[in-house]
């Protein structure tokens, strides 16, 4: 009885929500699922630090600052307008995520970030057609997180060197949280795949990292494009 009300209450919320609002959730929701991905499995940083999406600064100064993962994807739909501020508002107001505004470092310049709740996942995959509810995955079964990855591949390419964990992202327009990346070179070197400097801050990789087969790993997915200045 319990879960009839939970689907049925879920539906109904779906079903209130207008063609933007689903829109813009369902963005959310994407990328709510690539840091799940990118952020899974062993070394991985808490939920808590990653869960929170960035839209961007301000639309008045836009063209002055960058556009987040979540408006650059909703610009390519072409929904980036004066009514996203209300359309995240009105999503917030059913309970379906939070938002947060934090200071980027210019002035008192704030850029806009997104959490979505449970629920808001659960409407969002109703909208998309899944399951209300994910399937659960035994934690000791995950694969290492896109992002653990990432840094142990950067560190085969240079393997004499101590390198900053967040190497493999310079020059690219989209990128994680510094100290979720941080975090998780850590956890690399606490089960031996890194070795960390003094001040736990540079990593190189260890004889255990040299031999995890990157391209041969479930989550191992190569960057789509070159970064900034590299080759094509």
């Known amino acids: 009885m319990a879960q009839e009300k939970l689907i049925t ?9 207008n063609e933007r609002q689903r829109a813009y959730l369902v963005v959310a929701y ?14 991985s940083a808490p939920a808590s630090q990653w869960r929170w999406l960035e839209y961007g600064p301000d639309g008045r100064v836009r063209r002055m600052t960058y556009d987040g993962p979540l408006r650059y994807a909703l610009a390519e739909m072409k929904l980036v307008g004066h009514g996203a501020g209300s359309t995240w508002h009105s999503l917030e107001s059913r309970g379906l995520l939070n938002t947060d505004h934090r200071l980027i470092g210019l002035g008192d ?17 109703v909208l998309k057609g899944l399951p209300m509810q994910k399937p659960k995955i035994d934690p000791a079964s995950k694969p290492m997180s896109l992002t653990a990855l990432r840094i142990l591949y950067q560190g085969q390419q240079q393997p004499n060197e101590f390198l900053d964990p ?51 790993a479930e989550n191992w997915q190569p960057f789509l494009r070159p970064a900034y200045g590299e080759p094509d």
């Open 109 to 125: 310049l704030m850029s806009l970030y997104v959490r979505l709740t449970t629920d808001g996942r659960r409407v969002a995959r």
């Open 166 to 216: 967040f190497e493999p992202w310079i020059g690219r327009s989209y990128y994680p949280p510094l100290l979720v990346v941080l975090g998780i070179a850590r956890g690399l070197a606490n089960r031996g795949l890194l070795v960390a400097d003094k001040r736990k801050l540079s990593f190189k990789i260890s004889a255990a990292g040299q031999a995890v087969d990157i391209e041969g």
């Open 30 to 43: 994407d990328e709510d699922q690539r840091a799940e991905q990118a952020n899974s499995g062993p070394g």
């Open 9 to 17: 209450r879920i539906t109904e919320i779906a079903e209130s929500l």
